[in-house]
């Protein structure tokens, strides 16, 4: 089961076995109590097992819907978004070609199409430079899926490969699966590696790495991103938003440092008809002076 992966794993939970996690569940009293009343009849009320049901659960109940969005496009409820977020539709349909990929459908929209494309975020060196025997480590280990999931959730020179790790094709290096825009305004931090820590740069890092039919950056003005961040807002559906806001609001990762896309590096790319084959990692991008 994937919740067991995730909850073992230490590069999402940090380093720790399945009897420190039952451990630190069972010391906390209101886990304990909560425990013993969902599982009386099992042998250990706390167990790997009963966490990851209790996991599985909860995150059946996130089925988004009835957001903004939602109530605006299909209900017909046009005050259900804010013109700034009206504004921000018609350029994520239209000038960004944000929907060539976000699928909005007439009956329901999965703001995925479900395929694998490249994402913003190029390779680190080193996944570059040892690729070759990266390529050999994971057709040793394609005998064993569950140990090519384990390099998966390890190793994240494997994992920056995307697909490529499932079907060893050049053409897949760096493809992931487009992933759906709802309650994204709430899920951060973003990429497949948690690498961008802000929706807006997330929005500036597609626009300049997606292109127009020109193969040119897509360029917008602020007062455009913005109306594109509140559409992106809109599809936040009520349950998540009521979730978040009776949180607390963590720090982001480590990894989730901001960073901007220098705008000069943009402006220039356009006046010189130029376009660099792939943008720069977030990681090598200037930090943003905030003077």
Do not use: W
């Amino acid at each position: 089961m994937q919740v067991r992966q995730v909850v073992l794993n230490p590069a999402e939970f940090g380093p720790q076995s399945e009897s420190n996690l039952v451990l630190r569940l069972a010391r906390d009293r209101r886990y304990a109590n909560a425990f013993g009343r969902l599982f009386p009849a099992a042998p250990r009320p706390i167990s790997l097992a009963t966490i990851s049901r209790a996991i599985a659960a909860y995150e059946r109940t996130l089925a988004p819907g009835k957001s903004p969005f939602d109530q605006y496009f299909y209900e017909g409820e046009k005050d259900a978004i804010s013109a700034a977020a009206t504004r921000g539709f018609e350029l994520f349909r239209g000038r960004a070609h944000c929907a060539s990929c976000h699928k909005i459908g007439d009956r329901a929209s999965p703001l995925s199409d479900g395929l694998f494309h490249v994402s913003p975020v190029r390779l680190s060196a080193a996944a570059d430079r040892d690729l070759a025997e990266i390529t050999r480590t994971l057709a040793a280990a394609r005998a064993t899926k569950l140990k090519v999931t384990g390099l998966i959730s390890t190793d994240p020179e494997i994992a920056s490969l995307g697909r490529f790790v499932v079907t060893l094709q050049p053409a897949d290096i760096g493809r992931f699966k487009t992933p759906s825009l709802r309650n994204v305004a709430v899920t951060g931090p973003y990429m497949h590696d948690g690498s961008v820590g802000s929706l807006r740069d997330a929005v500036e890092l597609e626009l300049y790495s997606r292109k127009n039919g020109q193969l040119r950056p897509i360029v917008l003005s602020d007062a455009q991103i913005e109306d594109m961040i509140e559409f992106l807002r809109s599809l936040t559906s009520p349950f998540e938003a009521s979730t978040v806001s009776a949180r607390p609001n963590p720090p982001p990762p480590a990894t989730a440092k901001r960073r901007r896309l220098p705008k000069t590096l943009v402006k220039r790319t356009i006046c010189c008809g130029q376009m660099p084959a792939m943008p720069q990692p977030i990681s090598a991008l200037p930090e943003r002076s905030n003077r």
